[in-house]
């Protein structure tokens, strides 16, 4: 049998080429050194060309330049703010008990700020200028189709909410989404002064790629609820279009007036409303069969004493204690005291 061929690993492979490679290089000194020349240098490494004038620079999507956590909590303030500014005017519409808070502001890619809208939902691509890229807002439709009915005069109890809406619908809607827009402009208005258009308006998610999925963004969450009404409103602000803003959001706080300083602004507009103002002489309780059998003339005994002071209502609660008197021909109370105090 003849021997089995030697197979050589690819390290031995390395060891020989760099023998050959040595045994090469002392074979030219050698040369070199009897004909009197000098050895030939090694030939420099190339130099890469300069990148040419206006070319794009390569960066990491998947490292991408983030919000700082400082930023994002001044940007909460803003948004807590809106929330609350939120609150009167969906319940100024729909003529409703109902709170609006901001629960949440997140960055996020923007492919991921897509799968995490519940569905279905109304979406607005929004232009917010001097942004230059647009935003998103969304509103459940649960929400805005009981706004809708309410508007025009329904109870807002729907009992099963359409797919997609109207353009009717969509326009009766507008007058709740365009004050809700007002009122996140409002709430930033101290930083940059941004006004809105409406630039499209659809109920299908997958319509809603108007950036690229590995973007950055802001996504600011809020929760509104109320009698029977419950859904949420969430807007996407591209990281792009804000990066230019963010250092007016870092540590600074907002600017709020100083304890008592809308004092003489809030007296001046209360002194001018009308007050109920009454006075109870005295009470007690009767049988619903008394009432009914009551006649001109008939008297009802009072838990009072006859100069015991009269309990003076304003708007329907107890406030102070007078006596009761006369003014030439006119009856009149005199106050005696504040109650609860």
């Known amino acids: 049998m003849s021997a089995p061929k030697e197979i050589l690993n690819n390290e031995e492979i390395d060891a020989l080429l760099q023998m050959f490679r040595s045994e090469s290089e002392e074979i030219t000194k050698q040369a070199s050194a009897i004909a009197g020349e000098p050895a030939p240098a090694a030939p420099p490494a190339p130099t890469p060309p300069p990148p040419p004038p206006g070319a ?15 930023q994002i909590r001044g940007l909460e303030r803003y948004f807590q703010s809106a929330g609350k500014m939120l609150s009167a005017t969906i319940g100024e519409k729909l003529r409703l008990d109902t709170r609006c808070e901001c629960v949440a502001v997140e960055q996020m890619r923007f492919g991921a700020w897509l799968t995490q809208l519940p569905g279905p939902v109304a979406i ?16 459940s439709t649960s929400l805005l189709y009981g706004a809708v009915d309410r508007i025009l005069g329904g109870t807002g109890k729907v009992q099963k909410v359409p ?13 709740l989404v365009g004050p809700c827009l007002d009122r996140i402009c409002e709430a930033l208005a101290d930083e940059i002064k941004l006004s809105w258009s409406i630039a499209s308006r659809f109920c299908n998610p997958s319509m809603a790629q108007v950036l690229p999925s590995q ?28 990066a230019p803003l963010l250092d007016k959001f870092g540590q600074k706080k907002t600017a709020g007036p100083t304890p008592g300083a809308m004092k003489d602004k809030v007296g001046a507009s209360v002194r001018q409303m ?9 009470a007690t309780s009767i049988r619903l069969r008394q009432l009914m059998e009551l006649q001109p003339g008939d008297v009802i005994p009072l838990g009072a004493r006859v100069g015991d002071p009269a309990v003076v209502p304003v708007m329907g609660k107890p406030k102070f204690t ?18 609860g105090r």
């Open 56 to 70: 794009v620079t390569p960066i990491d999507l998947l490292k991408p330049t983030r919000v700082g956590r400082e």
């Open 124 to 139: 607005y691509v929004v232009q917010l200028e001097p942004l230059k890229q647009p935003a998103l807002l969304t509103v």
């Open 163 to 175: 797919k997609d809406f109207t353009l009717a619908e969509h326009t009766v809607a507008e007058a």
């Open 215 to 242: 973007d950055v963004v802001l996504s600011v969450y809020f929760q509104t609820w109320g009698e029977f009404l419950l859904g949420d409103l969430r807007l996407m602000l591209p990281h792009e279009s804000l």
């Open 274 to 282: 009308p007050v109920d103002l009454a006075v109870e002489l005295g």
């Open 322 to 339: 007078a006596h009761v008197g006369r003014i030439g021909n006119r009856f009149g109370v005199q106050v005696a005291d504040v109650m």
